[in-house]
């Protein structure tokens, strides 16, 4: 299992690229030390792949469109493919660790179009009104599961017959995934087509971030009108479409700063956000700090 503390994503995406994702066994086991990624959360983004997830210490809040739910330690969860979601680590008491299986789903349902997959896997990921199914400690089935879950972590990948038991294992907890999801199968609802254009729109603020963007031009990366604009970042991300911009601009910033050696004038035109007095204001008001001060204590615990 891979520590990790950063993300990757694909160019112009917000799609996670996922090193060590093999065509021949789609699977990778991440430990995700929350504390340690820029601003202790993961940004907005989505993968192809089913997220199953277990808090081994600490907690976090997941945000998706739906709503936010809080993870504690001991609970955990599964992240429907293609599901937009972030991550912030929430406690200040204990590190915020948290267990993860990434996997394809043709690791449980073998070839496409299978009776497997027609059975037991499409019913859930084709599910719009399912982003994530929740785990908590104090329910008797989700108990039942989070052992499991738990247990399959446990596992190492030197152990002879290593990827047939983990195939095993989660096979086992999608079974149990797949009756507990059955209330939430039976609420029907119809594909949310806010979920496409905010993509749209993303990858358009990720490609065009460095230069000035005006709401029609971006309104129009997903065929959509301003006001339609607003409504789909307001009902997706739970923001405008200014905060978004903005927000992916110090992303960008932190990760600069933290990397590299520029000088703050070049970091604030480079990321868009205009000249080095408005830079360190409105970064204060996200970090809490000067770019320098950030700078300084995140290439200081590197060492």
């Known amino acids: 299992m891979k520590n990790i503390h950063s993300i990757e994503f694909y160019t112009?995406?917000?799609?996670?690229l996922l090193p060590g994702f093999e065509k021949d066994f789609p699977y990778i086991a991440s430990r995700a030390e929350l504390d340690k990624y820029i601003g202790c959360y993961v940004p907005w983004h989505w993968h192809r792949t089913v997220e199953l997830f277990y808090m081994e210490s600490g907690s976090i809040e997941y945000d998706t469109p739906g709503g936010k739910i809080l993870f504690p330690a001991g609970s955990g969860g599964m992240i429907n493919p293609n599901v937009l979601h972030m991550t912030k680590a929430i406690s200040q008491k204990e590190k915020n660790i948290q267990l993860l299986h990434i996997f394809d789903v043709s690791l449980l349902a073998g070839e496409q179009g299978s009776r497997i997959e027609q059975k037991y896997i499409s019913p859930v990921i084709t599910a719009p009104q399912i982003e994530v199914i929740p785990l908590f400690p104090g329910n008797a089935e989700e108990e039942r599961i989070l052992k499991l879950l738990a247990a399959s972590?446990?596992?190492?990948?030197?152990?002879?017959?290593?990827?047939?038991k983990l195939r095993e294992a989660l096979t086992e907890i999608w079974l149990m995934l797949f009756e507990r999801s059955r209330s939430m199968r039976?609420?029907?609802?119809?594909?949310?087509?806010?979920?496409?254009?905010?993509?749209?729109?993303?990858?358009?603020?990720?490609?065009?971030?460095?230069?000035?963007?005006?709401?029609?031009?971006?309104?129009?990366?997903?065929?959509l009108s301003e006001r339609e604009c607003y409504r789909v970042f307001h009902d997706c991300l739970h923001m405008t479409p200014v905060e978004y911009i903005t927000a992916y601009r110090l992303q960008v910033a932190c990760q600069m700063l933290a990397k590299g050696q520029e000088a703050v004038t070049v970091i604030s035109h480079e990321c868009g956000l205009g000249s080095s007095s408005y830079f360190g204001k409105v970064f204060r008001e996200y970090a809490h700090c000067s770019p320098i001060e950030y700078r300084k204590k995140c290439q200081n615990s590197d060492r």
């Open 153 to 164: 972590f446990c596992l190492s990948g030197d152990e002879f017959g290593y990827e047939i």
């Open 186 to 223: 039976e609420k029907k609802n119809e594909h949310n087509k806010s979920n496409d254009k905010i993509k749209l729109m993303m990858i358009y603020i990720h490609e065009h971030y460095r230069e000035k963007i005006s709401i029609p031009e971006l309104a129009a990366a997903a065929y």
């Open 12 to 16: 112009g995406s917000k799609e996670e």
